[in-house]
Antibody, heavy 125, light 110 residues
Framework: QVQLVQSGAEVKKPGASVKVSCKASGYTFTSYYMHWVRQAPGQGLEWMGIINPSGGSTSYAQKFQGRVTMTRDTSTSTVYMELSSLRSEDTAVYYC??????????????????WGQGTLVTVSS | QSVLTQPPSASGTPGQRVTISCSGSSSNIGSNYVYWYQQLPGTAPKLLIYRNNQRPSGVPDRFSGSKSGTSASLAISGLRSEDEADYYCAAWDDSLSGGVFGGGTKLTVL
């Protein structure tokens, strides 16, 4: 079955970087865009960016430009999200989520299914 | 401040019908599909409605979506206690070249 499995919880100090992984299985990895979405404690969902696993092209939300980098490893069907210059406001659960098939949709959408289980990143001194 | 606007809360009694609105603009809802997500406490969101009004397999037909112009709505009929959750609308925004969410609506079943 289609599954996204994320790496475990992280605790980081302000100013540090964190790299979260999302390993896909059960489908053709390069055929679907992958999004990253985060949720601060008690807050709503926030879209961070998207990666095309086929060519590696990315697009990031303006808010995270310059601080976020999304990459992929096609040999292991894994996407990564690295966030740098962490501050306390970055404390959140980070999710990866798969989009609709690229060949069918042709462009990104907000079809997020399935989701990874989430990775809690805590930024604290 | 979310790009899409939802009421922060909604409520109803078992068996009732409730609706949750989602307001956007021409660059998001007005020109792209709307999606709805249900998030139960402590869990990842789940796709509830896709492409404005389509239900994934396994989602009860008590849930329905609609869109008109730059607004959309989610309707839940025959409300059940297990529907108590947070609901989010989402759409692609062509001006921002990215996804945008509503702030979420907490549904309480009285």
């Amino acid at each position: 079955q289609v599954q996204l499995v994320q790496s475990g919880a992280e605790v980081k100090k302000p100013g540090a970087s964190v790299k979260v992984s999302c390993k896909a299985s059960g489908y053709t990895f390069t055929s679907y865009y992958m999004h990253w979405v985060r949720q601060a404690p008690g807050q709503g969902l926030e879209w961070m960016g998207i990666i095309n696993p086929s060519g590696g092209s990315t697009s990031y939300a303006q808010k995270f430009q310059g601080r976020v980098t999304m990459t992929r490893d096609t040999s292991t069907s894994t996407v990564y999200m690295e966030l740098s210059s962490l501050r306390s406001e970055d404390t959140a659960v980070y999710y990866c989520a798969r989009d609709y098939p690229i060949a069918v949709a042709g462009r990104p959408s907000c079809w997020f299914d399935p989701w990874g289980q989430g990775t809690l990143v805590t930024v604290s001194s | 401040q979310s790009v899409l606007t939802q009421p922060p809360s909604a409520s109803g009694t078992p068996g009732q019908r409730v609706t949750i609105s989602c307001s956007g603009s021409s660059s998001n809802i007005g020109s792209n599909y709307v999606y709805w997500y249900q998030q139960l406490p402590g869990t990842a969101p789940k796709l509830l409605i896709y492409r404005n009004n389509q239900r994934p397999s396994g989602v009860p037909d008590r849930f329905s979506g609609s869109k008109s112009g730059t607004s959309a709505s989610l309707a839940i009929s025959g409300l059940r206690s297990e529907d108590e959750a947070d609901y989010y609308c989402a759409a692609w925004d062509d001006s921002l070249s990215g996804g945008v969410f509503g702030g979420g609506t907490k549904l309480t079943v009285l």
